[in-house]
């Protein structure tokens, strides 16, 4: 199964994901900390974007932001034409829902439901496609992702690599224009890591477009740009 081929709505540069003096501060006991220093960053269609830098840089905050499940403090962030920074937190994951697919280090699969039904979660959340034929798209999901003989299984059934790859095909389900994944390869031996960075590399040539975390030096020189952060500011790649 191809992704799609519609071209995602861009914004008023021409990027997929634009993010404008974006600053986030958190409250701790020892006082304020700020994470994100005025970040400007844009993103373009079928780009593949890797984020490196040591902990407490900034890495998943930023894709947080990215993905709305966290709020900036301040700066604007545009994602396919949708004012992000605008959203209230229940319209936020109204709008994830149908476009940004998000992968976790963890797998974050539901334990007690199988690899098929996983999948189509998302799909009856947000309502999309008719009942059967959510259930035709999670099996092309699982087979492009190379996983769909074991459909009907647990997640308890299967190795840890082919978790992820469920787990991708679970963030593809509504067909959205860009992915976000956080150490999705973090958990993973090196062989197994591959596999994983081949689903990535293919969606992107079917047009998708990624931001993903890793502090994998590998993962990072494939990618079609990186950029590193230091203490909440864009230090390198640009």
Request: proline fraction near 4%.
């Amino acid at each position: 199964m191809r992704a799609s081929t519609t071209p995602a709505q861009t914004t008023a540069t021409g990027s997929l994901v634009d993010l404008h003096q974006v600053v986030k501060r958190y409250d701790s006991l020892s006082g304020p900390v700020v994470a994100l220093k005025g970040i400007d960053l844009h993103v373009q269609a079928a780009e593949f974007l890797v984020v490196t830098g040591k902990s407490g840089s900034g890495k998943t905050t930023l894709v947080n932001m990215i993905a709305g499940l966290d709020r900036a403090t301040a700066g604007e962030i545009w994602v396919a034409g949708t004012p992000v920074h605008r959203l209230s937190q229940n319209r936020a994951a109204a709008w994830r829902g149908r476009a940004v697919g998000v992968v976790f280090q963890g797998f974050e699969l539901m334990p007690t439901l199988t690899l098929l039904q996983n999948v189509r979660l998302p799909m009856d959340f947000a309502g999309r496609y008719g009942i059967r034929q959510r259930r035709h798209r999670a099996l092309e999901l699982l087979d492009q992702v190379g996983i769909a003989g074991h459909a009907h299984k647990l997640p308890s059934a299967i190795s840890g690599g082919q978790q992820q790859r469920v787990a991708i095909a679970r963030a593809m389900a509504n067909d959205p224009p860009l992915l976000v994944a956080d150490e999705p390869t973090g958990s993973l031996d090196s062989h197994t890591a591959a596999g994983v960075l081949a689903v990535f590399q293919n969606l992107v040539s079917q047009g998708k477009t990624i931001v993903l975390v890793t502090h994998d030096a590998d993962l990072a020189r494939r990618a079609t740009r990186m950029i590193r952060l230091h203490d909440g500011e864009i230090v390198g790649g640009g």
